[in-house]
Every structure is written in C-alpha cells, then in structure tokens.
C-alpha cells in the first residue's frame, strides 16, 4: 500500500508539510549475514523492509505486515538493534511529501513465504551481501539504518534469541 488512509487523510490537511512519524525497519538476515533488501517503484532505489507505524498498531505488528506487504515473507523478530532519528532520517518523496521518521530498527529471519515485490510499492526483493549492499544505490535513510545494523567492515551473523 503506497499511502495509508491515515496518512493520506494528514496530507489532506497539511499538504507537502513536514510531518514526524514512528517507523518500523527490518534487517531480515539469512544465515550468511546477506540482507533482504527492496526496491522501490517510485525512486527505483533499494531500500530496507519497513515503513510507517499505523494507528493503533505495535512497532512488531508494523513490522510483520511491511515484511509480507513488501517482500511477500513471514519474520521472526529477533531483538531491536537501534532507535534512530534526525536529519538522517528526512525524507522528501518524489511527489513533495516530507517526512521525519523515528524508526525502530528490527534485525528478523525469514520464516516462510517466498520473497517477491508486491508491484505497487516494491519492484524487486532481493538477498544482499556485504559487496551488493556497497554497490546498491540507496537513500540516505537506508545507508543510515544500514550503519546502526551491520557494523564497519562488514555483515555480523544475525542476533541469536
């Protein structure tokens, strides 16, 4: 879903103005470290799983349901790696929307479902090693959330529970 109902009631009201809102972002490892990353329709630029939390809806829920809206896969949530915000974190979309998201960043493994995009937000899913993410073009939000996650130098094995 490109805009929820929610949001796109805020836009109403408040046009492209900058607008705060908590976020969910999920480092979907398999277990050689690669990352399950999306790419967007609208920039043509990948990105993590992820998005904004909904009315009503836990940090956890927004994240399952960005995985399976997004990648088309079911996640185990394995921890929370960071909490972000600030500059980093604005985003201008391509429409003149601006955003300043708080994200909340899960690391997670895939538990079913077979990653594919949904065609309306995401246009590609794919595992990405450390090589792939240094050559995939990003946002700055991704590279930032990238950078709370996985550590200089490298891909870590995933978080254990």
Same mark, same amino acid.
């Given at each position: 879903?490109?805009?929820?109902?929610?949001?796109?009631?805020?836009?109403?009201?408040?046009?492209?103005?900058?607008?705060?809102?908590?976020?969910?972002?999920?480092?979907?490892?398999?277990?050689?470290?690669?990352?399950?990353?999306?790419?967007?329709?609208? $920039?043509?630029?990948?990105?993590?799983?992820?998005?904004?939390?909904?009315?009503?809806?836990?940090?956890?829920?927004?994240?399952?349901?960005?995985?399976?809206?997004?990648?088309?896969? $079911?996640?185990?949530?394995?921890?929370?790696?960071?909490?972000?915000?600030?500059?980093?974190?604005?985003? $201008?979309?391509?429409?003149?929307?601006?955003?300043?998201?708080?994200?909340?960043?899960?690391?997670?493994?895939?538990?079913?479902?077979?990653?594919?995009?949904?065609?309306?937000?995401?246009?590609?899913?794919?595992?990405?090693?450390?090589?792939?993410?240094?050559?995939?073009?990003?946002?700055?939000?991704?590279?930032?959330?990238?950078?709370?996650?996985?550590?200089?130098?490298?891909?870590?094995?995933?978080?254990?529970?």
């Amino acid at each position: 879903m490109p805009i929820s109902p929610y949001l796109a009631r805020l836009r109403a009201k408040v046009g492209h103005d900058l607008l705060l809102a908590p976020s969910v972002a999920v480092i979907a490892r398999d277990d050689a470290g690669r990352v399950l990353m999306v790419q967007t329709c609208d $920039t043509g630029l990948w990105q993590t799983i992820g998005g904004m939390i909904e009315p009503d809806e836990s940090p956890p829920e927004a994240a399952h349901r960005e995985a399976f809206e997004e990648a088309g896969v $079911t996640i185990e949530l394995r921890g929370i790696v960071a909490v972000l915000g600030g500059p980093a974190f604005r985003v $201008t979309y391509p429409n003149g929307d601006r955003m300043a998201y708080v994200a909340t960043v899960f690391d997670a493994r895939v538990t079913g479902g077979e990653p594919r995009p949904d065609g309306t937000e995401t246009s590609a899913v794919q595992w990405l090693g450390p090589r792939e993410l240094a050559r995939a073009q990003m946002a700055e939000i991704t590279h930032a959330l990238l950078a709370a996650a996985i550590p200089p130098g490298g891909i870590e094995p995933p978080l254990r529970a």
